[in-house]
């Protein structure tokens, strides 16, 4: 399984972008990367993934680099609700398990 | 999305006894289902894939005997903790994956165990 880095904390201001790194470097080429947020004492929400192309959805942007290795979830206007740990998973192929890393713990300062 | 349900919410149990928790997809069928646990301050684990018709498949370290998955239906799979003890005690959650090749998994709310 390709294994995930995040840094363990990042604070963001209210309103601005919050952009959440993530090194997949192990990655395969037909590997998807997710994003999944969890806030405090409730199941993981889905937010966005990808496999090569940058996507965007109504709650976030997801940029992956070219060579795959490493991607950034952006949260375009930051807002207090959006205060949780954010989750990079690299999807396995076959089986569809995730396989959790240990996220980053977004603050959303006021 | 998909919206995937847990019963209960919460339990609380004695040491000793079993405890059997459910995870619905409300709107959607999956043959797969996952279970996790999630211990305070630390990641989600993957405990097991839940098949529906098939046994389930357990993650290393995971006691097959201790952790029963019966996958009843496609919109049901429940999770059953045999003489649960304190060590037990965690938050456990369900996901379905949905979506043309399955490509997106939605979880459920969870469910704490508290085992005195």
């Known amino acids: 399984d390709a294994k995930t880095t995040q840094p363990p904390s990042m604070d963001c201001a209210e309103g601005r972008a919050a952009n959440l790194p993530c090194n997949h470097s192990?990655?395969?080429?037909?590997?998807?990367v997710y994003w999944y947020r969890q806030i405090h004492s409730q199941g993981p929400q889905y937010i966005i993934h990808g496999l090569k192309n940058n996507e965007t959805n109504e709650m976030a942007s997801l940029i992956i680099t070219e060579d795959r290795k490493s991607s950034t979830l952006i949260l375009p206007h930051a807002t207090l609700r959006d205060t949780a740990v954010y989750y990079c998973?690299?999807?396995?192929?076959?089986?569809?398990?995730?396989?959790f890393g240990t996220g980053t713990s977004l603050t959303v300062i006021p | 999305g998909a919206v995937v349900s847990q019963h209960p919410s919460w339990v609380i149990c004695k040491s000793g006894t079993s405890v059997k928790i459910e995870c619905r997809s409300l709107d959607f069928q999956a043959t797969t289902m996952f279970w996790y646990r999630q211990f305070p301050k630390q990641s989600l684990m993957l405990m097991a894939t839940s098949n529906e018709g098939s046994k389930a498949t357990y993650e290393q370290g995971v006691e097959k005997d201790k952790f029963l998955i019966n996958h009843a239906s496609l919109t049901l799979s429940t999770l059953t903790v045999t003489s649960a003890h304190p060590e037990d005690s965690s938050f456990y959650i369900c996901s379905a994956p949905t979506g043309a090749s399955h490509e997106t998994q939605y979880f459920g709310p969870g469910t704490r165990l508290l085992v005195l």
């Open positions: 192990t990655i395969s080429g037909n590997e998807y």
């Open positions: 998973i690299v999807r396995r192929t076959s089986g569809n398990q995730f396989y």
